[in-house]
């Protein structure tokens, strides 16, 4: 499952990217909001106690910028947010960081490319091998503080 969700500033990117995600396989929940505004720090909450819960696999967190998410997101165990706004970027993050949260603003990209990133993200595969030392390492630092 994909959990999906946006604060105030990001309504419009999150019906655009739900309606594309409609049209193919994936099993998609929304977790707000509908267009009231919210603080995103809550709406991060939220979406990544699916994920640590185990009840979805990766999440879309939509705001403004994308940033004020992914900096909420990331202080979440387990959740290695990224925040993208280029195809390379949105696959990277996929095979070297095994990133389960992608972040973007709607006020940054247009819906089109948006949708692309998404598409590439759920995607692309986690490489393994070397990265996955260097993400136990981004792990063992969460552990630790
Ligand atoms: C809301 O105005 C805006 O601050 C928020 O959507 C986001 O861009 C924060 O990072």
Same mark, same amino acid.
């Given at each position: 499952? %994909?959990? %999906?969700?946006?604060?105030?500033? +990001?309504?419009?990117?999150?019906?655009?990217?739900?309606?594309?995600?409609?049209?193919?396989?994936?099993? &998609?929940?929304?977790?707000?909001? $509908?267009? +009231?505004p919210c603080?995103?720090?809550?709406?991060?909450?939220? &979406?990544?106690?699916? %994920?640590?819960?185990?009840?979805?696999?990766?999440? %879309? &967190?939509?705001? #403004?910028?994308?940033?004020? /998410?992914? /900096?909420?997101? *990331?202080?979440?165990?387990?959740?290695r947010a990224?925040?993208?706004? $280029? #195809?390379?970027?949105?696959?990277?993050?996929?095979?070297? *960081?095994?990133?389960?949260?992608?972040?973007?603003?709607?006020?940054?990209?247009?819906?089109?490319?948006?949708? !692309?990133?998404?598409?590439?993200?759920?995607?692309?595969?986690? !490489?393994?091998?070397?990265?996955?030392?260097?993400? $136990?390492?981004?792990?063992? &630092?969460?552990?630790?503080?």
């Open positions: 499952m %994909i959990v %999906i969700g946006c604060d105030h500033a +990001a309504v419009s990117l999150k019906k655009a990217i739900m309606a594309h995600l409609a049209e193919q396989k994936w099993d &998609l929940v929304d977790i707000g909001t $509908d267009g +009231a603080d995103y720090p809550d709406v991060a909450k939220s &979406l990544c106690e699916k %994920i640590q819960s185990g009840e979805a696999e990766k999440g %879309i &967190l939509l705001c #403004g910028t994308g940033i004020g /998410m992914s /900096m909420a997101a *990331n202080k979440m165990k387990g959740i990224a925040v993208c706004s $280029d #195809g390379f970027s949105a696959r990277y993050t996929r095979l070297h *960081n095994d990133a389960n949260v992608l972040c973007m603003g709607e006020r940054v990209i247009g819906a089109g490319l948006a949708l !692309e990133l998404v598409d590439i993200f759920l995607e692309t595969p986690f !490489e393994g091998g070397r990265h996955k030392r260097r993400v $136990d390492l981004i792990t063992a &630092l969460e552990n630790n503080q």
